[in-house]
């Protein structure tokens, strides 16, 4: 068997099982960490990611967040954030000067 029908075996497990292969790299992640005292931490991250990545699995949130949004997902929203032109309460929007037009009376 070649290596590349195990990467390809691997790839088609971690798309089926999406949370067992972040817990997996997650996990060599930690032994790393441990064994090196946390000195490569950011480049254990990294490294961890581009596995992931060439997997097929997203990117980990910091803080445990959700998941970072797929290829033909709509993003969500969160509270505080706005869309491409949306704007916040008392926000102006492009072409708006922020003045009430004045009363008819």
Not at 17 to 24: C, H
Not at 28 to 36: I, Y
Not at 63 to 86: A, D, R, S, V
Request: charged share 20%; glycine share 16%; aromatic share 2%.
């Amino acid at each position: 068997m070649a290596i590349s029908d195990l990467i390809n075996k691997a790839r088609q497990w971690a798309s089926k099982n999406p949370d067992k292969t972040r817990q997996a790299i997650d996990k060599v992640e930690d032994a790393v960490d441990s064994r090196t005292g946390g000195k490569y931490r950011d480049k254990v991250d990294q490294a961890g990611d581009a596995v992931g990545g060439q997997l097929g699995i997203p990117k980990e949130q910091q803080g445990g967040g959700t998941p970072t949004q797929q290829p033909g997902q709509t993003p969500t929203q969160q509270p505080g954030q706005t869309q491409p032109g949306q704007t916040q309460p008392g926000q102006t929007s492009p072409g708006q000067t922020g003045q009430q037009p004045p009363s008819a009376g």
